[in-house]
């Protein structure tokens, strides 16, 4: 497959996902944005998604590991942190959402990315 058709495949199974996620269809759009870690492990985005499925199920624990990977395998991955952040924060796990907020404020400032600073503080904030 050339790298134009993988870029395809991994968009086709974005949207696909989103669409499924849309219709509150969690599971089916686990399995989806799984392959898409598969596909694409350097995408923050299907990591995210991921997690967001497992959120969205009850699954905050799940979820949270999700990020945690993502993290590192999609780095550098600010919005994963970010999201790590809140589910852990969802889980009462209130230092450790700071710490990761911290995080992802620092790699963000560090990144020089406007969107990703206010949306890093935000989470700071709200972890705070």
Same mark, same amino acid.
């Given at each position: 497959?050339? /790298?134009? +058709?993988?870029? &395809?495949?991994?968009?086709?199974?974005?949207?696909?996902?989103? @669409?499924?996620?849309?219709?509150?269809?969690? /599971?089916? %759009?686990?399995?989806?944005?799984? %392959?898409?870690?598969? !596909?694409? /492990?350097?995408?923050?985005?299907? @990591?995210?998604?991921?997690?967001?499925?497992? +959120?969205?199920?009850?699954?905050?624990?799940?979820?949270?590991?999700?990020?945690?990977?993502?993290?590192?395998? !999609? %780095? /550098?991955?600010?919005?994963?942190?970010?999201?790590?952040?809140?589910?852990?924060?969802?889980?009462?796990?209130?230092? +450790?959402?700071?710490?990761?907020? &911290?995080?992802?404020?620092?790699?963000? &400032? +560090?990144?020089?990315?406007?969107?990703?600073?206010?949306? !890093?503080?935000?989470?700071?904030? %709200?972890?705070?």
């Amino acid at each position: 497959m050339s /790298p134009i +058709e993988q870029g &395809q495949a991994v968009e086709a199974l974005y949207a696909t996902g989103h @669409w499924l996620l849309g219709l509150a269809r969690y /599971p089916d %759009a686990a399995v989806v944005f799984r %392959a898409m870690t598969v !596909a694409a /492990p350097t995408d923050e985005r299907s @990591w995210l998604a991921l997690g967001a499925c497992h +959120e969205a199920i009850g699954q905050t624990d799940i979820a949270t590991g999700l990020y945690e990977i993502g993290s590192h395998v !999609a %780095a /550098p991955a600010v919005r994963c942190a970010v999201a790590r952040a809140r589910a852990l924060r969802a889980l009462g796990r209130e230092s +450790e959402a700071t710490e990761v907020a &911290q995080c992802a404020s620092q790699l963000a &400032q +560090e990144l020089g990315d406007v969107e990703l600073c206010v949306l !890093a503080t935000r989470e700071l904030r %709200a972890a705070a």
